[in-house]
């Protein structure tokens, strides 16, 4: 926002936690400064699906989060609220009693995703699963529904 109103690149930019590291003044024009601050979280969530849908888009590290468990946990929503989303992205076909791990699987397998000894590498499988619905590949999404 602050770029965008600004017109040029002044206040670091990224697409993961912790950019801004402290507070940094920006002036916009003789008469107009903007403060940046870093952004805060809630220690705690009353409600885990808020956690799970700011782990999901970026808004936490994903170290302190299972790459595989929350592409399980985005794979399962896809499913249910954008039906063939992934199934378009990854050129695959989702049975219905197909679970979300067996999905990652055959994402792995489509995308050639393997380890030494044609072992499934889940976890680069999981991590561009949700890199692809954090860049906007697999769809215009929304998390929340009004």
Not at 5 to 23: E, S, Y
Not at 27 to 51: M, S
Not at 69 to 84: K, M, N, S, T, V
Not at 110 to 125: M, P, Q
């Amino acid at each position: 926002f602050i770029n965008s109103f600004a017109g040029k690149a002044c206040a670091k930019t990224g697409n993961k936690p912790g950019v801004t590291k402290g507070k940094q003044w920006i002036r916009l024009n003789k008469g107009l400064e903007l403060l940046d601050t870093p952004g805060i979280l809630w220690p705690k969530f009353e409600d885990q699906t808020v956690g799970l849908h700011l782990a999901m888009i970026g808004s936490m590290n994903d170290e302190i989060v299972h790459l595989d468990e929350l592409a399980c946990e985005l794979i399962d929503f896809l499913r249910a609220q954008y039906p063939g989303l992934l199934e378009k992205r990854y050129e695959i076909e989702i049975s219905e009693a197909q679970n979300a791990y067996d999905t990652i699987k055959f994402i792995c397998i489509r995308k050639k995703c393997f380890l030494k000894g044609e072992e499934l590498d889940i976890r680069k499988s999981s991590a561009m699963i949700v890199d692809d619905f954090r860049n906007g590949k697999i769809g215009k999404i929304t998390l929340e529904m009004p």
